[in-house]
């Protein structure tokens, strides 16, 4: 479930809980960059009634990026450079009826001060600003992936989105890339969200860069040949996106080798086999946990993964990469993980949500006014 | 911590206007999935648990009641379910029916409810009912294995029971450094314990932590009301009124007005005492009528103060040592019986 629920603390407190980042040339406007982040899943409460916290820095952080190396070892050098939109939140007021929240974002062009829920957002040089209720664009049946990981499995399909009708809290920010670092920094950059305390004490609190990286990947234990006792999730989201700890790398590489070698198998064929210390080929590209978004390029919907796959193939990445806000993640995970695109397309049978994202700011679909009860499945680790 | 900091502004949580607002709205929401059938029982544990929360933050006595009534009933539309004992345990425990809720625990047990949701439960009732080293150990056992805000929070409490204020000050600070979350509601019920440990050695150290909780949640009425206490013990006496004044007006919780009607009436504002003193023996009536064991406690503390029934604060405080022998409770009924004793002095003088 992309990064809903991904550790015990954000189970625990879903109001820090980043549960999707999206970043994405703008389709309306070239030469724009798009950022979100959604926030503050399961919650079955009417739309209306439904606040960022006062409490919370949310905070969408950009750096520059290069690649450093193609072929099997590919990896990318992340500029020292960082821009950071900062967005913090008033308590909410009475206006005649209903309550109405204000924020500020903080960025590098300056601040810009936003009402909550308002659709044209705030606009001032060169930045455009949202905050808002929306609906969770994010699709999964949770049976497939879940059962998947239980029964070491492909399962049938049922095709049932698990989060269905479901809203979140997002923030989007939509920049004119030039303004960011300048021209001399390249068209790459690299993008991942964290939410932090505002107080005298600051403590990273979730923090998300690729989708499902914690929950499909991180969760299960089984496979880890170092801890299978410890749901490691909390500790990564404490991390730098952009700087992981030595202290605890060697704990993430052994359990996403095994993780990952467990998915690879269900097909009963190698597609990624191991190196002579185990190492699954995609484990250093995906702990550097970051959207990679190349702006020279046009908005692709379909650019997720795209420019890490070709560096590691030794290729010229096509697209923009980054992450659309409609792309089925799951799908493509699925697949890269099991066959590494050399089979058929490994699907859980749930193509979007009801209510896909527009081409059109804040890109994100109009909340749910009441969600649905949620099934019994949804938040549990399975 | 650095007791120079303020405590709200080094935690910073959310604003209770936002946490509120979130937990009425899930607790309806709850409430519609309920009626319409689409429950499944972790989320009636949830349910009850979310309406109990509510209950000890605004100081809303039909929150109890509601809280109560579902547990019961869900015990006995589920009685293969180990998570409706669970529940109902919770709640029983929360009106001092000590020996049922621990029955539940054992039953909720059977049924197959085991770890560390169950052990946490068993110790507070353990504490509650001053088995102290009992507690102490399942707490320990809590805090080696998951050493986290709740299993530090717990042996503060803990201790802070038994009177060890020093150990108690050790795991607060244990407690509040391990908090990871911007809910305000655990931590400001953390810092109210506190608050409370205090009241009977050092009232300034109270009146800080009172203060603190309060600031973290403006809504949590039992905080502001012992604040209130706390004030009138410094000689805010002025504060304290105003305080007093609006929770007793706006909970249905008697003991507010029952602390207001002992204020005005040490200021020797006779009338408007005898107001609100009459207000909450009614109150007073009518919930020990529902819960004896919830209320015996409070009920006690009210006759033998501005309910000027010692008699009747014996029988309750007595009611009270059966269901929780506790140094606490113990001092509550020495006390009931030596104001027995010394009315009956003064009548045959």
Known sequence: MSDHGAGPRSIANPEIDITDVFAFPSPERPGNLVLAMCNFPFKEIEATRLFFSDALDYRLRVRPVRVSTTGPNAAFAVGEQECFFSFTFDVPKMEGDRMVQTGVCRGPMGDLTLRVGDEAGAKGNGVRAFAGCRLDPFFVDQLFSGGMRMTRKIPPVTGINSVEGQNVLSIVVEVEHAKLFGPEAGPMVAVVAETATNGSFRARLDRVGRPEIKNFIMMDKAADSVNRDLDIRDLYSEEDGFKLRPDYIGAYRARLNGSMAVYDSLDDKVDWPLDEKGTHPLTEMLLADFLVVDMSKPFNEDGYLEIELALLDGSVPKTCGGRWVNHDIVDSLFTILINKRNGPRISDGVDGTAVPGSKTFPYISRPNPMPPKLAALVGIPT | ?349
């Not at chain 2, 973290?216 to 004030?231: D, F, K, N, S, W």
């Not at chain 2, 000689?235 to 507010?256: K, T, V």
Request: hydrophobic share 45%; net charge negative.
């Open chain 2, 1 to 349: 911590m650095n007791v120079v900091v303020n405590p709200v502004e080094a935690i910073r949580t959310t604003h209770g206007t936002i946490a509120l607002s979130h937990l009425d709205g899930q607790i309806d929401g709850l409430e519609r999935f309920a009626a319409r059938g689409e429950m499944e029982s972790r989320a009636w544990v949830e349910l009850v648990d979310l309406i109990t929360l509510r209950a000890q933050i605004l100081g809303r006595i039909a929150d109890y009641e509601r809280a109560s009534l579902i547990a019961e009933q869900r015990s006995e539309v589920a009685p293969g379910d180990g998570l409706a004992f669970l529940s109902r345990a919770r709640t029983r425990a929360s009106l001092h029916r000590f020996a049922e809720a621990m029955a539940d625990l054992d039953h909720a047990a059977e049924l197959g409810q085991t770890g560390r949701e169950i052990e946490v439960d068993k110790a507070a009732i353990l504490q509650a009912v001053g088995l102290y080293a009992e507690a102490m150990t399942i707490r320990r056992g809590i805090a080696d294995a998951s050493p986290d805000f709740e299993a530090a929070g717990g042996l503060a409490s803990l201790y802070a029971d038994i009177g060890d204020t020093d150990a108690a000050e050790q795991w607060f600070d244990k407690s509040s450094l391990r908090y990871r979350s911007v809910s305000p509601f655990a931590l400001a019920q953390l810092e109210f314990q506190r608050g409370h440990m205090w009241m009977a050695h050092d009232p300034e150290r109270a009146h800080r932590w009172l203060l603190a909780a309060w600031q973290r949640l403006p809504q949590y009425a039992q905080a502001e009301g012992h604040l209130a206490e706390v004030e009138e013990a410094l000689g805010d006496r002025h504060s304290a009124i105003a305080r007093l004044e609006r929770l007793a007006a706006e909970s249905d919780d008697p003991d507010f007005a029952a602390e207001l009607a002992r204020i005005l009436r040490d200021a020797g504002r006779h009338g408007e005492s005898e107001q609100w003193r009459s207000y909450a023996e009614k109150r007073y009536e009518t919930l020990l009528a529902w819960a004896p064991a919830a209320f015996a406690d409070h009920g006690a503390h009210f006759w033998l103060s501005v309910g000027g029934e010692p008699a009747r604060a014996l029988a309750l405080a007595r009611i009270n040592l059966e269901v929780r022998a506790t140094p606490k409770a113990r001092r509550l009924f020495d006390a009931a019986l030596a104001a027995c004793a010394n009315t009956a002095i003064a009548r045959s003088a």
